[in-house]
Structures are given as C-alpha cells and as structure tokens.
C-alpha cells in the first residue's frame, strides 16, 4: 500500500509551502534555517517540498512502510529526519519548531492531545499548519457518469463518502472542519482559511490506482469494489478517452500559537 500510495497521491502546490513558511516566525540568532516538525509524512509527498526551500523537517510517521519510502524519498536532502513513531507517543526531546504542518492527516491523530502536542512542540508565536486535497466534482467534464457508475455502491459508502466519491456538493461537506479546535481554547489563534485550485491529469490506470488508496474505497466488499473499478474504467476509456482531469482545491488552516 505505501508504493501504491505514494505512486498515486499527488502534491500540494508550491504557493502553499511559500505561505507556510512566510506565516512561520523565522529561525533564531544562531540556528541556519527554520525547523518544521511534520506529523504524519507518509511517503514524504509534502516533505519533499518544504526540504526544498531549505528548511530542517523532522518527519513523525507511525508506520514502518511508509517511513521507508518518506526517507527514500528524501535522501536528497541532509536536512530530513523521519522518526516512525505515533504522534501522540513521539517526544521533541527538548527541541522546539518554528512551525509543524500536517498534511492529510490530522483528522487522524487523537483530538485535544494533537493539540496539546503540537503546542508543545512550538517555539513562541510558532505557526500550525494543517492542509488537505480535495477534488471539485462540479469542475470535473466526467463526474455524472462517474456518479451512475457508482449507483450501485453507493449504500456501501454510507452518508459520508469520502472525497473520491464524485458527489456535486461542497467538498468539505462530506468531511467536516478538521480545523475547528484550532481556537484560544487550546492555545492558538486562526487565520481565515486559505484556499488553492490547480489542475491534474491522470490516465485509466492511474486514476485506479489513486480511488484504491482511499479508506471508503479499500473496505469495500472484493465484489463490488472490482465491479466498481469496471465500472470507472469504462467510463474514462469511453467519455474520457482514457484520461480524466480533477481540479484540486488544497484547503489550508493556518493557526499561530498563542
């Protein structure tokens, strides 16, 4: 599943990390560059690319498999470390960030402690920065077909689906406002919520490859989960000519501790 996922998952846009990292305080008298503490890296998908802008990242990922891609993934850069521990068990050691994202992954880290944690782990004024992808089904040519293609799963996805499911309602609809505790309450103050549409193709296979990297799309019974992937191939190979494009919205909550 880690090769699966960080074949399939895409990035995050470059203006996001530049915001990121301008919103952050920057690093004290005696230190070269910020330090970004990251929960949840994965495969190193966002990693990658705050490493790049020269920054030192301290990866928290709780599976092994995914671990040992994100440090594949980053060999080229002296400046990552990926420790594979939970967040909610992993100790700073006395070393404090200027800043700690997430990337798709918050939602998953046990409320109240995550915050408490990441508070912790902050330097003064230091910033929280939590984002995620999300497809715009209205702004896809293929998500009616997409959606009778579904019809006959759809009771299997319940009344929550998650974000592959090609419904026409707002994407954040269907997956809450995982920045919500992002308020005084637990020590932190909130910016407006900022938001970045950009473009992404894929080919048959590979849009296959991406719905099966999903939770509501892998607990699906063998049967239908095969005759749902028919079932979307057959659409992108004929009212797609073998490719589909998703327009991304990457919301993103920016928050400074307080």
């Not at 709780?62 to 980053?74: E, K, Y």
């Not at 494009?245 to 990457?250: A, D, E, G, H, I």
Request: net charge negative; charged share 20%; glycine share 8%.
């Amino acid at each position: 599943m880690a090769e699966l996922y960080d074949r399939s998952r895409p990035s995050y846009p470059s203006e996001l990390v530049d915001a990121v990292l301008a919103f952050a305080p920057p690093a004290p008298a005696g230190v070269e560059a910020q330090r970004v503490l990251e929960v949840g890296p994965g495969t190193g998908k966002a990693t990658v690319l705050f490493a790049d802008r020269g920054v030192s990242v301290v990866g928290v990922e709780p599976s092994a498999d995914m671990a040992a891609l994100a440090r594949r993934n980053c060999a080229g850069f002296p400046c990552v470390w990926i420790e594979q521990s939970e967040f909610e068990r992993w100790h700073p050691g006395g070393a404090q960030f200027e800043v700690v994202i997430c990337a798709q992954a918050w939602h998953w880290i046990a409320p109240g402690l995550r915050m408490e944690k990441a508070r912790q782990a902050l330097v003064e004024h230091g910033a929280l920065a939590l984002f995620w992808n999300r497809p715009l089904w209205d702004a896809c040519a293929l998500a009616a077909p997409l959606r009778e293609a579904y019809a006959p799963t759809v009771p299997e996805f319940g009344s929550t689906p998650g974000p592959m499911y090609p419904a026409s309602a707002d994407p954040r609809s269907s997956w809450g406002d995982y920045g919500r505790d992002l308020d005084p309450e637990h020590g932190f103050a909130r910016e407006p919520i900022r938001r970045y549409d950009w473009l992404c193709e894929y080919a048959t296979g590979e849009y296959l490859e991406l719905i099966q990297t999903h939770s509501d799309h892998i607990v699906l019974p063998e049967r239908e989960r095969h005759a749902l992937l028919a079932a979307v191939a057959t659409v992108i190979d004929g009212a797609g000519g073998g490719q589909i494009t998703l327009t991304y919205r990457t919301y993103l909550w920016l928050a400074r501790r307080l």
